[in-house]
Antibody, heavy 114, light 112 residues
Framework: EVMLVESGGGLVKPGGSLKLSCAAS????????MSWVRQTPEKRLEWVAT????????YYPDSVKGRFTISRDNAKNTLYLQMSSLRSEDTAMYYC???????WGQGTTLTVSS | DIVITQDELSNPVTSGESVSISCRSS???????????LNWFLQRPGQSPQLLIY???TRASGVSDRFSGSGSGTDFTLEISRVKAEDVGVYYC?????????FGGGTKLEIK
């Protein structure tokens, strides 16, 4: 069974940093590109980042480019999202998803507030 | 960026009826390989989004055949036949033809 379990969310002050993790199991993690998607309090879904299966290629929307970094450790079957210079508009539930968005985790919540 | 547009609410439907949910893209999602890169998701209350349809009309693994997807390059429809109470939630469409990946705002399905 494919499972994706996110962790690392929390309350952070504006300008702060946080690193999210996503532990994957039930499939050959190193064969799949992976993504992060967030859902705002208004329930809007926003794609945040994608990384290729080997980690060589990464993609971001302009809203997070330069502030967020997606990475992976294929030996540990884990996906990461390093977030810095956080803003209130980054407040959301963060999901990791397998390529094609066919499997999603349960999400971890980030709140950016002073 | 490609803008994906959905109606916010569908008209409430009665269990057992059929319903169509629409999605419109500001740019064609037909890629040079002949495939149309549109996903449909259902997010039930309190749950993560679940993939229903990919490549505009292919049902994801385990998805009921009551769900079907169709469309052209820019206008898409998700049809749900014999609606059940478990179909309640928000339906999102998403384009994967180019970066940034973008989602529609979602359509909420209610049952009378």
């Amino acid at each position: 069974e494919v499972m994706l379990v996110e962790s690392g969310g929390g309350l952070v002050k504006p300008g702060g940093s946080l690193k999210l993790s996503c532990a994957a199991s039930g499939f050959t993690f190193s064969s799949y590109a992976m993504s992060w998607v967030r859902q705002t309090p208004e329930k809007r879904l926003e794609w945040v980042a994608t990384i290729s299966s080997g980690g060589s290629y990464t993609y971001y929307p302009d809203s997070v480019k330069g502030r967020f970094t997606i990475s992976r450790d294929n030996a540990k079957n884990t996906l990461y999202l390093q977030m810095s210079s956080l803003r209130s508009e980054d407040t959301a539930m963060y999901y990791c998803a397998r390529t094609g968005f066919d499997y999603w985790g349960q999400g971890t919540t980030l709140t950016v507030s002073s | 960026d490609i803008v994906i547009t959905q109606d916010e609410l569908s008209n409430p439907v009665t269990s057992g009826e059929s319903v169509s949910i629409s999605c419109r893209s500001s740019k064609s999602l037909l890629y040079k390989d002949g495939k149309t890169y549109l996903n449909w998701f259902l997010q039930r209350p309190g749950q993560s989004p679940q993939l229903l349809i990919y490549l505009m009309s292919t049902r994801a693994s385990g998805v009921s055949d009551r769900f079907s997807g169709s469309g052209s390059g820019t206008d898409f429809t998700l049809e749900i036949s014999r609606v059940k109470a478990e179909d309640v939630g928000v339906y999102y469409c998403q384009q994967l033809v180019e970066y940034p990946r973008t989602f529609g705002g979602g359509t909420k399905l209610e049952i009378k």
